[in-house]
């Protein structure tokens, strides 16, 4: 990193997920470390243009990393996707001598960073810090293991009332256009199936789960849905066996954004602190415009270009997986 470059600005931006303070411990402490100043925006992109900005010391990250959410908290920013919110914003960071940026979020947190870093040629990191997990280039994001500990610890304690009273269960998760929730969390809890929007236009996946006879030796059955529209979500599926399949009982259970609190795994909080450390690195290296990713349980750099413009393909052998444990 240049030695006029001597100041990091950090935000959360998007939808929160555990492991966030984390990120933020890591890449404040790290800074301070090699000798930079670090400057704290609260509330995301929408911060940096109302001058939302504070000096972080090593005192402000300190007893966080075991904290869900986001001490920078985070907010929607329209005002940012204008170049005149931009230019704000760039403004601003002038004023404070931020001369580099990390942002830790998801696809539109890089999709706003990568905007704005080519319009006014600033160098900025990428953190994936998303329950999702659907970025490109990185194995896992920040938040996707906790979110997935969660759905299997409520989809355990659905079961006990699924089989008390022998009924089908559809379990929501979240996952917007990803199935990585579904799947993983089907497979992790034993359900039965998971419906996933990456081959709901290869098969009506609801037909599919009925005509294999997927009830033949159990008396009740749960099936994990994403929540994207692809996919209808678990209302729409529930409405569908009403009325197409009217001999079983039905439940719905959503269980929303309990999926993105609670405090972040072990796994969680190691892969954040590796990432926050490594979006120094990469400063110093003289890198830009790139997302910090992990593959392999190494540490790689991924162009924004990439993290936002590839879809991350689902492991299909987990279906199969899946497929075959549920009999």
């Known amino acids: 990193m240049s030695e006029k470059k001597r100041c990091i600005g950090i935000l959360t931006s998007g939808g929160d997920a555990p492991g ?6 890591a890449v404040t402490r790290t800074a301070i470390y090699n000798g930079f100043s670090v400057k704290g925006i609260y509330r995301g992109y929408k911060g940096l243009i109302d001058n939302d900005i504070i000096d972080f010391k090593t005192q402000n990250v300190s007893n966080i990393i075991q904290m869900g959410g986001t001490i920078l908290k985070t907010a929607r920013c329209k005002e940012f996707t204008t ?14 001598g931020i001369d580099a940026l990390v942002a830790i979020g998801g696809d539109g947190t890089l999709t706003g960073a990568r905007v704005f870093a080519t319009e006014f040629n600033f160098p900025i990191i990428g953190i994936p810090g998303t329950i999702d997990n659907d970025l490109y280039g990185t194995d896992r994001t920040i938040g996707y293991d906790t979110a997935l500990n969660t759905i299997m610890e409520c989809v355990d304690k659905i079961r006990d009332t699924a089989t008390s009273h022998e009924r089908l269960f559809f379990i929501e998760v979240m996952g917007r256009d990803a199935g990585f929730l579904a799947l993983n969390g089907a497979i992790a809890a034993g359900a039965e199936a998971a419906i996933i929007p990456e081959i709901s236009t290869e098969v009506d996946q609801l037909e599919e789960l009925i005509n294999n006879g997927f009830r033949k030796s159990k008396n009740s059955s749960i099936v994990l849905v994403a929540e994207s529209p692809h ?11 009403k009325a197409e399949y ?3 009982d039905v439940r719905v259970s959503i269980l929303g954004h309990l999926q993105r609190g609670g405090s972040p795994t072990a796994e969680d909080r190691i892969l954040a602190s590796r990432m926050g450390e490594a979006a120094i690195s990469a400063l110093l290296d003289d890198q830009r415009n790139v997302m910090i990713g992990i ?10 270009s990439k993290a936002i413009k590839f879809d991350k393909p689902i492991n299909r052998d987990l279906l ?3 497929k075959t444990l549920s009999i």
């Not at 966030?20 to 411990?25: D, E, F, P, T, V």
């Not at 593959?295 to 924004?304: A, G, H, M, S």
């Open 83 to 96: 170049p005149e919110g931009r230019k704000l914003a760039y403004e601003q960071m002038q004023r404070h």
């Open 295 to 304: 593959r392999n349980n190494e540490i790689v750099y991924v162009p924004f």
């Open 246 to 248: 009217p001999k079983y």
């Open 20 to 25: 966030m303070n984390a990120a933020i411990r």
């Open 320 to 322: 199969n997986t899946l």
């Open 231 to 241: 996919t209808g979500g678990a209302m729409h599926l529930a409405e569908r066996v």
